[in-house]
């Protein structure tokens, strides 16, 4: 079960980022302006992410190995649709229709391994494994999409999904057990928000970006998106069975999770795509080169990301979480220091194999954190909201970062501002005291927060 959760979830977030490599090829082939290829990306992620919540109580409601199943079917057909596209448009479209069939997928795993594996070291573990599978996937589509678009074709890499996808779609028919299917309303009106909001505030950035912020557009876009959001928040304490249950923002940890994990995505958004366009187009990397460029960033990040659950037994996930982040601030703030003279060796590798680092120890604690103390009836809403603030600060951060600069170094600049400021969230919401053993009087939920390394609060705090 672990593995086929593994894979397919290894899919949705190499699709993340194997485009990344192959944008310059795609801009050529199809004819595609600056903006065009930002929503190549942006469409992906904000489909995703606007509808994680949705696809997250689907589960909830008509079973989780069933939502598992059209999820990754539709994602396996969107594919092929992107891998054929014969235009800029149908290609965007084509992206927008693989991130809802993400939406519905990407939940599924997460509440599969959740209802697989009870509190204590084996969800440490598996937890773990899901969370390395996050870095590792993102760092690996880079390499794997410059080196399809070199010497295949960048269509390569979305077509390849057609027989891993059929795989896991025969393995998980006959493995997986459908979980309990609990009676409720799906929370359209939360879910059209929860899209509507985020993907007006990307296309007020990315307007900002092309236009300029006199543009009357982008502050329109923008504040329209500010008010969606609001309503989204009405919309939700007052349904009957909220899409986005505001209860899980009660936990202090668990809303510092969150609101981490968007900042952190939303740097290394910028980060992936911005440093393959400065090889390629300032550098002169073919598409494979940029793709192996990052090798450094991704050998030490699967190394640092299976060495976490052995960290976990030594140090509370709030102290890995926290040094990740310093270490990536450090290894983006590096680059933004880069100038046309500095090697490649000493100004972009190093500064890379600090990121990596960074992001092999924080997104297991960050995964962790994020469904930390969670009842089994929200287990589907906890795991969409992480996957949704992953998403949506991805595409966010992506169209603030191209907002604000208009350099490499600036863009780099502007990532570790968004990494410094998940560090100073990780450190208002999370205990970096050593967790101690529980005494006979604590109940379970302390029993689990101890053995996965994180700090103790009661359930309800």
């Given at each position: 079960?672990?593995?086929?959760?593994?894979?397919?979830?290894?899919?949705?977030?190499?699709?993340?980022?194997?485009?990344?490599?192959?944008?310059?090829?795609?801009?050529?082939?199809?004819?595609?302006?600056?903006?065009?290829?930002?929503?190549?990306?942006?469409?992906?992620?904000?489909?995703?992410?606007?509808?994680?919540?949705?696809?997250?109580?689907?589960?909830?409601?008509?079973?989780?190995?069933?939502?598992?199943?059209?999820?990754?079917?539709?994602?396996?057909?969107?594919?092929?649709?992107?891998?054929?596209?014969?235009?800029?448009?149908?290609?965007?479209?084509?992206?927008?229709?693989?991130?809802?069939?993400?939406?519905?997928?990407?939940?599924?795993?997460?509440?599969?391994?959740?209802?697989?594996?009870?509190?204590?070291?084996?969800?440490?573990r598996a937890t773990a494994a899901y969370g390395a599978v996050a870095g590792i996937g993102a760092s690996v589509g880079l390499v794997v999409g410059g080196l399809l678009a070199d010497l295949v074709s960048w269509r390569a890499g979305f077509l390849v999904n057609l027989p891993v996808g059929i795989a896991m779609l025969v393995a998980g028919l006959r493995v997986l057990t459908e979980t309990r299917r609990t009676p409720s309303r799906f929370d359209v009106a939360g879910a059209l928000l929860a899209t509507a909001g985020p993907t007006a505030l990307v296309y007020g950035l990315v307007r900002a970006g092309d236009a300029g912020w006199a543009d009357p557009w982008a502050p329109t876009a923008l504040a329209i998106g500010v008010l969606l959001l609001v309503a989204l928040v009405v919309v939700e304490r007052t349904a009957a069975q909220p899409?986005?249950?505001?209860?899980?923002?009660?936990?202090?940890?668990?809303?510092?999770?969150?609101?981490?994990?968007?900042?952190?995505?939303?740097?290394?958004?910028?980060?992936?795509?911005?440093?393959s366009q400065y090889l390629q187009d300032v550098r002169g990397f073919s598409a494979l080169l940029a793709g192996v460029a990052f090798f450094p960033m991704t050998a030490v990040n699967f190394v640092v990301a299976?060495?976490?659950?052995?960290?976990?037994?030594?140090?509370?996930?709030?102290?890995?979480?926290?040094?990740?982040?310093?270490?990536?601030?450090?290894?983006?703030?590096?680059?933004?220091?880069?100038?046309?003279?500095?090697?490649?060796?000493?100004?972009?590798?190093?500064?890379?194999?600090?990121?990596?680092?960074?992001?092999?120890?924080?997104?297991?604690?960050?995964?962790?954190?994020g469904i930390a103390r969670v009842d089994a009836a929200d287990a589907g809403a906890a795991s969409g909201v992480v996957n949704t603030f992953h998403q949506l600060g991805g595409a966010l951060g992506l169209s603030l970062v191209l907002a604000v600069t208009s350099t490499f170094g600036g863009a780099m600049v502007a990532g570790a501002v968004l990494l410094g400021a998940a560090l100073v969230s990780a450190l208002a919401s999370c205990s970096l005291l050593p967790a101690r053993p529980p005494g006979p009087g604590h109940d379970g939920f302390r029993r689990a927060g101890y053995q996965q390394g994180l700090p103790h609060r009661r359930p309800d705090s």
């Amino acid at each position: 079960m672990l593995a086929i959760v593994l894979v397919s979830y290894f899919m949705v977030i190499l699709d993340n980022s194997i485009v990344i490599t192959g944008l310059p090829h795609i801009r050529a082939e199809l004819g595609l302006s600056a903006s065009g290829l930002a929503w190549v990306q942006d469409a992906y992620l904000l489909t995703f992410g606007g509808f994680l919540l949705l696809g997250a109580r689907a589960g909830d409601v008509l079973g989780r190995r069933r939502t598992f199943v059209v999820g990754l079917a539709v994602f396996t057909l969107a594919s092929v649709a992107v891998g054929l596209a014969p235009t800029g448009g149908w290609l965007v479209a084509a992206r927008a229709l693989q991130g809802l069939g993400s939406a519905v997928l990407a939940p599924s795993t997460l509440a599969l391994l959740t209802a697989t594996f009870p509190d204590g070291p084996g969800r440490t573990r598996a937890t773990a494994a899901y969370g390395a599978v996050a870095g590792i996937g993102a760092s690996v589509g880079l390499v794997v999409g410059g080196l399809l678009a070199d010497l295949v074709s960048w269509r390569a890499g979305f077509l390849v999904n057609l027989p891993v996808g059929i795989a896991m779609l025969v393995a998980g028919l006959r493995v997986l057990t459908e979980t309990r299917r609990t009676p409720s309303r799906f929370d359209v009106a939360g879910a059209l928000l929860a899209t509507a909001g985020p993907t007006a505030l990307v296309y007020g950035l990315v307007r900002a970006g092309d236009a300029g912020w006199a543009d009357p557009w982008a502050p329109t876009a923008l504040a329209i998106g500010v008010l969606l959001l609001v309503a989204l928040v009405v919309v939700e304490r007052t349904a009957a069975q909220p899409v986005m249950p505001l209860r899980l923002f009660r936990d202090r940890e668990r809303w510092g999770a969150y609101l981490s994990r968007l900042l952190f995505i939303g740097a290394m958004m910028g980060f992936f795509l911005l440093t393959s366009q400065y090889l390629q187009d300032v550098r002169g990397f073919s598409a494979l080169l940029a793709g192996v460029a990052f090798f450094p960033m991704t050998a030490v990040n699967f190394v640092v990301a299976l060495a976490v659950p052995r960290l976990q037994q030594r140090w509370s996930g709030a102290v890995l979480l926290v040094a990740g982040l310093v270490l990536a601030v450090a290894g983006m703030a590096w680059l933004g220091t880069l100038d046309g003279g500095t090697s490649y060796a000493a100004g972009i590798a190093l500064p890379m194999a600090l990121i990596g680092a960074g992001q092999g120890l924080a997104f297991g604690p960050l995964t962790a954190s994020g469904i930390a103390r969670v009842d089994a009836a929200d287990a589907g809403a906890a795991s969409g909201v992480v996957n949704t603030f992953h998403q949506l600060g991805g595409a966010l951060g992506l169209s603030l970062v191209l907002a604000v600069t208009s350099t490499f170094g600036g863009a780099m600049v502007a990532g570790a501002v968004l990494l410094g400021a998940a560090l100073v969230s990780a450190l208002a919401s999370c205990s970096l005291l050593p967790a101690r053993p529980p005494g006979p009087g604590h109940d379970g939920f302390r029993r689990a927060g101890y053995q996965q390394g994180l700090p103790h609060r009661r359930p309800d705090s």
